[in-house]
């Protein structure tokens, strides 16, 4: 009797060693949970739509608060996206190489001059970041992968810097 409880133990316990391992062996592969995967690509697509309009806002804008915080933009999105293309390759997630046309090439603001731009562009980046802010707090409270989630907390603070400048901006250059 003591043998058959003794090997079942045994057999339970190696089990769970498998069990263990296999889950070890699957995170050292890079595979995720396909929230965390998405959550990643959209992230990285959003961050690169963020540069490029961060760069019209550098470009076209007259207004020097704008442009001071369009180059923060492109500085602070530039640096969580290289932290990213980091992170989706040890992940073995695949990234988008440039932003969805929809995102990259507001009509609005590619013709817009002037005060008509900084509105634009503002109003734009309230959106945005509203939108941001909503998806890394729930990546950074959800996330199943531990390196997904601390990304997602660690970035969180820069992005709501962000909409809280660009909501001061809203206020400044009208709704």
């Known amino acids: 009797m003591k043998t058959t409880k003794l090997s079942f133990i045994v057999q339970i316990f190696a089990g769970a060693l498998f069990i263990c391992a ?6 050292a592969d890079g595979v995720i949970d396909s929230a965390d995967k998405s959550f990643l690509q959209n992230a990285y697509e959003d961050g690169l739509a963020e ?14 608060e704008i442009k001071a915080f369009a180059m923060k933009l492109e500085a602070d999105h530039g640096k969580a996206n290289g932290e990213m293309i980091t992170l989706a390759g040890n992940k073995k997630v695949t990234l988008a ?3 969805d046309m929809v995102d990259m090439g507001k009509k609005q603001l590619l013709d817009a001059k002037g005060a008509t731009f ?3 562009f503002i109003d734009g980046m309230v959106k945005d970041h509203k939108k941001a802010v909503a998806s890394f707090e729930k990546a950074a409270n959800e996330a199943k ?3 997904v989630k601390a990304f997602a907390a660690k970035t969180l603070p820069t ?6 400048t660009a909501e001061d901006l809203q206020k400044k250059v009208g709704k």
């Open 145 to 147: 992968d531990i390196d």
């Open 118 to 120: 900084d509105k634009a």
């Open 51 to 64: 540069i490029h309009m961060a760069g019209l806002g550098v470009k076209k804008t007259g207004n020097e």
């Open 97 to 99: 190489k440039k932003p």
């Open 22 to 27: 296999t889950g070890n062996s699957l995170a």
């Open 159 to 164: 992005l709501k810097e962000h909409l809280s």
